[in-house]
């Protein structure tokens, strides 16, 4: 008869088997921008009639916490001039700072820059933007700013599409099994089936050569703890299960199929970023995505499949960290099982 204890615990990555499975650091990215000039720019003759400019430059942002990064970019334009009839080459440099808004993939940011193109100028700029995880350190970005001129008083607009690369650590977790030692079983004298146990208090006749027996001379089994544990992250405030992730699922199901008289609750956890409704919601949802998979795609048979969602109050860390708020949110299965084995001889 089979033993077995079930321990289960889960939470998010939102992405994610996402993004989420990086503790950012710093990003790089190259990116490539339009910026519309004032309709005043165009007219004047002290400005070169200087009408749009299209620009390619890179950036480096440094990820300070869940909310707040700092960007550093420069980038080289050219611009119309002459009402579309000539060229000209202008530079951008500058800084922002950047808000990110929880448990979404949305930004809003600030900053300043230094224009050089027809004239020298400072400006002051805002704007909002989206970044689209493609990978754990792959990332789309877009955004939209409006840059206002501090010293002639001109306002212009600029909208950009980048490729952000992600620098940090990536997080691993462990696979244990711990199979149990087997005493040694001592021979005696006059040994009619040859197991190493006296006839006399023999108990199990004709017990096969090859295996062991215990003191009466009945075959010896071992106890072995089979263990498996399952760690699956998602992308931030997303429920879908990255592809990369599917085999890990499927370590468990191939467990739960040589092991058919186990079943497994499964248990969604988040981070404290959010409403506490809404991450419990979304760690039920996540917990319900894996316990799908293993239905459908791996035929687990549902009855041996629960779910449910514990939200943040089940914390792994405290701390209102980067690495912390991803280390909670995760999506992680635990299944151990006792069976016994006959022991054979060496």
């Given amino acids: 008869m089979k033993v077995f204890n079930i321990s289960l615990l889960a ?48 950036d480096l942002q440094k990820v300070i916490n869940d909310y707040w990064n700092v960007r550093l970019e420069i980038a080289k334009t050219r611009y119309d001039v002459g009402n579309g009839t000539d060229k000209d080459y202008g530079t951008r440099a500058g800084i922002d700072a950047i808000y990110k808004l929880e448990d979404s993939d949305l930004y809003m940011f600030a900053g300043v820059k230094r224009f050089n193109n027809v004239r020298s100028y400072n400006a002051v700029n805002i704007g909002a933007g989206y970044d689209y995880q493609v990978s754990d350190r792959l990332s789309l970005y877009s955004e939209a700013a409006i840059y206002r001129d501090l010293d002639y008083g001109f306002t212009d607009q600029g909208v950009k599409l980048g490729l952000k690369y992600a620098f940090g650590d990536v997080k691993q977790a462990p696979v244990v099994a711990k199979p149990k030692a087997v005493a040694a079983v001592k021979p005696v004298m006059k040994d009619s089936d040859n197991d190493g146990v006296s006839d006399a208090i023999d108990r199990c006749a004709n017990t096969p050569s090859t295996v062991k027996v215990d003191s009466t001379g009945c075959t ?109 949110r995760r999506v992680v299965a635990k299944i151990a099982t006792m069976t016994k084995e006959v022991v054979t001889k060496g």
């Fill in 11 to 58: 939470a998010l990555i939102s992405a994610p088997l996402a993004a989420e499975n990086i503790d950012k650091t710093w990003e790089l990215g190259v990116f490539g921008d339009y910026i519309k000039s004032s309709t005043g720019k165009e007219t004047l003759t002290e400005w070169d009639q200087m009408e749009a400019g299209k620009s390619i430059g890179i």
């Fill in 220 to 328: 010896l089994y071992s106890e072995h703890e089979a263990e498996i544990k399952l760690n699956i992250a998602f992308a931030n405030n997303s429920s879908i299960v990255k592809p990369a992730l599917v085999d890990d699922i499927q370590r468990l199901a191939d467990f739960m199929k040589e092991y058919t008289t186990t079943s497994v609750e499964i248990e969604g956890h988040s981070s404290t970023t959010g409403a506490a409704d809404y991450n419990l919601m979304l760690s039920k949802k996540r917990a319900d995505a894996v316990r799908s998979i293993l239905i459908n795609k791996f035929n687990i048979d549902e009855s041996r499949l629960t779910s449910k969602g514990y939200g943040q109050s089940q914390l792994l860390s405290q701390e209102n960290t980067v690495a912390a708020h991803k280390l909670n």
